[in-house]
């Protein structure tokens, strides 16, 4: 972080400083395996590194026993033949001998500076009178006692033990400090000339990010598990897509917060360190968020992937795979238009306005059967491309999306097709395979991400706030617990009071929940809508049946009911004018000699903005979605470099 120079250099400059300091036998060892002088002599060789012309050392020699310390203080000695000048803080004298110079500090005040003889000579002979030859077996130790006995005495004070010495014939050969001015514009121009730039400090940064992780396999382990075994549970647990997404993007949310909530705060010492070096606030954010984000963002792959796989294993499809086949065979082959005999052809007139609505009806009916051209007259699509685009849209449970986006021809209100003047079938083109699929799994897969870091900002918000990693483990869970119940799936949105509507909306996993709605609906038709329930309930759009059986009286009964549709719940956040939920009447129809009967579904409520055979190819929802993301990330990253910036002095 503070060299400039090449990735040889810089390995030839770390071999040659391990050597002069001795560490070379230990330079594959981690830190923590080395003994205290050890780490001590790790500490200066970082320093050594960039060359420094002084070198601080705050008591060097605690903690070490006596044979250590002296290695290591004769060490210190010996760097000073390298026009190195070595500062040391300590309360052990009895190596004093190997200082050039002394310097005592007294109450703030320096009493004192000169030689080890010196110092005996100015404290030690003026106070016991001893003899020359007592005077040099005297310790320096008992200059302590000489200032400890004095302050309890109520004797000198410091200020008079500093005007003893200015006026003492050592005080004399005292040099005054350098100017601080001076010395804050010298430093600044050697930093600056010697900072490494922002981009080289992000590369570095997520490379040790990385070193970190991988030195652990089984850390690393649990995090490629976790995922995989929570998408099992959830395709396992949930039948409905929409909350089995909702699910992944609250564990993803998960992810984030926890692979984020600790960094900052765990390293505080080695941030604070590197930022008296040189080290960028940014740099520093973005190369949390970046390696963090990446983690998080393949956890989440991970879990989709499992989870899908996981309900196709305990809720498999409805469609057998011929079927599926040959719909998607259809769909990727271009209807051509059937035009009529000569003679047949009639003055259609204007078309009304009811006529030129799109209804599609339901696959498989009478009403779709139309006059089908020969194989020899349409080029039909490759076998394989098409089971393997019928069976990715399967995976990614997107078919319904692209059966229904496709060319078809236009059909009254009646049932049958619209034609032209010339009698030929009207077909609209649809919408394209590639876009439809694209942006449904596109979408999808972005929903994730923008959970994914968003909740790393979160984590690392929490974690340059707090004081210690117990904090900081304590606030994840008062930030996820919002996230799901604001995020329209627990509480859907038609079901919601304004209130809570309107904080919804700036919750993350509403959100990233959002884009995941418009991912499951983009380009399906409107289905049929139930009519007799307060919040329309959205129908299969096959119109299938499910059947429940049971036992009374010793037989079996079952009875059939409308299946409600596998995006149910997307059709509702989405669709439903929620300020007019229940504003319908019961549609009715006229019963023969019964009268008139309230069919369970029709093709279009008063609280629904779209009807029966409409397509939903809105993208507004996951554009105000992804704003709301963005608006997050940008807060979280204020807040982490504000936490930051407090951090970062230790006040």
């Given amino acids: 972080l503070r060299l400039k120079l090449e990735s040889h250099l810089i390995t030839d400059l770390v071999e040659r400083v391990l050597d002069r300091l001795g ?23 970082i320093e050594l590194l960039s060359k420094p012309s002084v070198l601080f050392l705050d008591e ?25 000048t070595v500062v040391c803080t300590t309360h052990v004298l009895h190596k004093a001998y190997l200082f050039d110079r002394l310097l005592v500090i007294e109450g703030g005040k320096l009493i004192f500076a000169g030689s080890g003889d010196e110092a005996r000579s100015h404290f030690l002979m003026r106070s016991d009178q001893e003899s020359s030859e007592a005077l040099d077996r005297a310790p320096l130790e008992k200059i302590y006692s000489l200032l400890q006995e004095n302050e309890k005495l109520g004797g000198k004070s410091a200020k008079v033990w500093e005007q003893d010495f200015l006026r003492s014939s050592f005080g004399v050969r005292a040099y005054p400090p350098v100017p601080r001015q001076s010395i804050l514009e010298s430093g600044s121009k050697n930093s600056k000339r010697s900072r490494v730039g922002a981009l080289k400090t992000f590369q570095i940064l997520a490379q040790r990010q990385w070193c970190i992780l991988k030195a652990d396999p089984l850390n690393l382990a649990f995090l490629a598990s976790q995922p995989l075994l929570i998408g099992f549970f959830v395709g396992w647990a949930s039948e409905e897509s929409a909350l089995r997404m909702f699910l992944c993007i609250v564990a993803t949310m998960w992810f984030g917060c926890s692979n984020g909530a600790q960094q900052i705060v765990s390293e505080l010492a080695i941030f604070r360190r590197e930022r008296v070096c040189g ?150 083109p649809g919408v394209g395979l590639f876009w439809i699929f694209s942006t449904s799994v596109g979408l999808r897969f972005l929903a994730m991400a923008g959970a994914a870091v968003v909740s790393v900002g979160i984590g690392l918000s929490i974690s340059a706030l707090v004081e210690n990693t117990t904090q900081a483990v304590l606030w994840v869970p008062l930030v996820l617990i919002p996230q799901i119940l604001f995020g329209g799936i627990v509480v859907r949105v038609p079901d919601m009071s304004s209130g809570v509507r309107a904080f919804s909306k700036i919750m993350p996993s509403f959100s990233a929940q959002r884009i995941a709605d418009v991912s499951a609906i983009f380009g399906q038709d409107t289905p049929a809508m139930s009519n007799r329930t307060k919040v329309p309930l959205f129908l299969s759009s096959m119109g299938e049946k499910e059947t429940v059986t049971w036992q009374e009286d010793g037989d079996t009964k079952s009875q059939d009911y409308d299946r409600v549709s596998e995006e149910n719940t997307a059709w509702q956040n989405l669709t439903v004018l929620v300020d007019q939920v229940g504003a319908h009447k019961w549609a009715k129809v006229s019963g023969g000699g019964e009268g008139f009967v309230y069919p369970d579904s029709v ?40 936490g930051l910036d407090r951090q970062q002095t230790g006040r």
């Fill in 60 to 84: 060097p020699s605690s903690g070490l026993d006596p044979a250590t310390e002296a290695e290591l203080m004769t060490l210190l000695q010996s760097l000073t033949l390298t026009k190195l």
């Fill in 279 to 428: 080290l960028g606030l940014n740099a520093y954010i973005l190369s949390k968020i970046g390696f963090l984000s990446i983690i998080s963002l393949l956890q989440s792959v991970l879990l989709l992937f499992s989870t899908v796989s996981s309900a196709k294993v305990f809720h498999p499809s409805k469609t057998d795979l011929a079927t599926l086949v040959a719909d998607f065979t259809r769909r990727m082959t271009p209807p051509v238009p059937v035009q009529l005999e000569a003679n047949s052809v009639k003055d259609f007139g204007v078309v009304g306005e009811e006529d030129s609505r799109l209804n599609v009806p339901e696959a498989g009916s009478n009403q779709t059967k139309r006059k089908e051209t020969s194989e020899n007259q349409i080029k039909l699509p490759n076998k394989w491309l098409v089971f393997g685009v019928a069976g990715i849209s399967e995976f990614f449970q997107i078919s319904q999306n692209i059966l229904d986006s496709g060319p078809r021809v236009v059909m009254g209100s009646d049932g049958n097709p619209i034609r032209d003047r010339e009698g030929r079938e009207i077909v609209s």
């Fill in 603 to 642: 093709s279009k409520r008063r609280d629904v903005r779209l009807r029966k055979g409409m397509p939903y190819l809105d993208l507004a929802p996951f554009r105000s979605a992804a704003f709301i993301l963005l608006g997050w990330f940008v807060l979280c990253y204020s807040v982490a470099l504000f």
């Fill in 23 to 45: 560490l070379t036998q230990h330079a594959l060892k981690r830190v923590a395996l080395l003994s205290g002088g050890q780490r001590k002599r790790v500490s200066i060789a």
